[in-house]
């Protein structure tokens, strides 16, 4: 029932509109005694660890260049065996798995299909097989980096809704990730092609990447393109001006070493990938 009323409630907001809004505040550079006390507020709130990002809090002029900060690169220590597949974000693994008859399951009695979420009837033409969902929380790091080394190949901006992502609405809305905001981005790697699906939520103002210019949740159009950006392995991908989720999809040569509910770090070694 609880689960119920909270989703009722946001049925009611203009998520869109207001996560533009969000964005702009978070944009905003305040007097720097009122920035101050915010981005203050903030840590005390959600508890970000300062000691692992470059500079202070008085280096930062406004929530959204705290919210994407960049960590000191001894902070993540990247796993360095040659078959590893690593955790592309700080986050929970919320959900991992092997991909049956093209669904992926949401929550018990609730699935979702590959080809809704790749808006792709073909799925890419990429036979996915596996596939782990990872939850960034407020307090942490937003950037997203590689799970293993390869070329963006292209990528697709889907408009969607801006429901959250925190477990009731996971447990309640149907075909959450692939009703929301999303962009994916394709990778040709020796273990096969991998897609990278970054997935919007209430609250996030804008998803960006390194290898186009495309800025989301501006109120544009779907928007596909080819790219050939090759990047090594744990290599920044882009970045969640405020928080959200991603869904990594892998073929079988990818073998997970990790299980839903476990918390991740950037770089640590969630699975194996084998040559294709």
Not at 31 to 41: D, M, V
Not at 56 to 61: P, R
Not at 201 to 208: E, S, Y
Request: glycine share 8%; charged share 20%.
């Amino acid at each position: 029932m609880k689960d119920a009323l909270i989703v009722s409630a946001l049925s009611l907001v203009p998520k869109n509109l207001v996560a533009r809004w969000m964005g702009a505040f978070g944009r905003t550079r305040f007097p720097r005694a009122l920035q101050r006390i915010l981005l203050r507020a903030y840590v005390a709130k959600y508890g970000p660890d300062l000691s692992e990002c470059v500079g202070t809090l008085d280096d930062f002029d406004s929530l959204t260049a705290f919210f994407t900060r960049a960590l000191k690169p001894e902070a993540r220590p990247i796993d360095a065996r040659p078959d590893s597949f690593v955790s592309p974000v700080d986050g929970v693994c919320s959900a991992v798995g092997t991909i049956t008859d093209g669904r992926i399951p949401q929550a018990p009695g609730i699935d979702y299909a590959v080809s809704d979420l790749l808006a792709e009837d073909s799925a890419g033409g990429a036979p996915y097989t596996r596939f782990a969902v990872i939850y960034l929380s407020p307090k942490d790091y937003h950037r997203v980096h590689t799970p293993c080394a390869g070329t963006v190949t292209r990528f697709h901006y889907l408009p969607g809704k801006l429901w959250p992502v925190f477990p009731a609405a996971v447990r309640s809305i149907r075909d959450l990730f692939a009703r929301n905001e999303r962009l994916v981005s394709w990778m040709d790697t020796e273990a096969g092609t991998i897609a990278v699906v970054m997935v919007g939520a209430f609250g996030v103002g804008r998803i960006k990447t390194v290898y186009h210019p495309i800025i989301t949740n501006t109120a544009g159009p779907d928007t596909a393109g080819m790219v050939n950006h090759p990047l090594g392995r744990c290599a920044e991908l882009g970045r969640f001006e405020l928080g959200s989720t991603v869904v990594l999809l892998a073929p079988d040569t990818v073998t997970w070493e990790v299980a839903a509910g476990a918390t991740v770090r950037l770089g640590q070694r969630i699975g194996a990938a084998a040559h294709a």
